[in-house]
């Protein structure tokens, strides 16, 4: 998962919470779905939750 330090969105939000998925979004709809592991979409309360993260992640880190 390190490629997608200090990385946020919706998609890498979405990567970060089914790392194998396959997926095409349209606004808030997934239109395609595809999973090695049989795991349904995340809702749109995972991936809030997963980019408020991120985003806190980026605003306290003290990397230079």
């Known amino acids: 998962m390190e490629e997608y330090t200090g990385l946020f969105g919706v998609d890498i939000a979405i990567k970060k919470l089914r790392p194998d998925a396959e997926f095409a979004l349209y606004n808030t709809t997934f239109t395609h779905w595809e999973c090695p592991y049989n795991t ?6 995972e991936i809030n939750e997963q980019l408020q993260r991120d985003i806190m992640k980026l605003n306290t880190s003290t990397e230079v």
């Open 40 to 45: 349904q979409p995340p809702t749109w309360d």
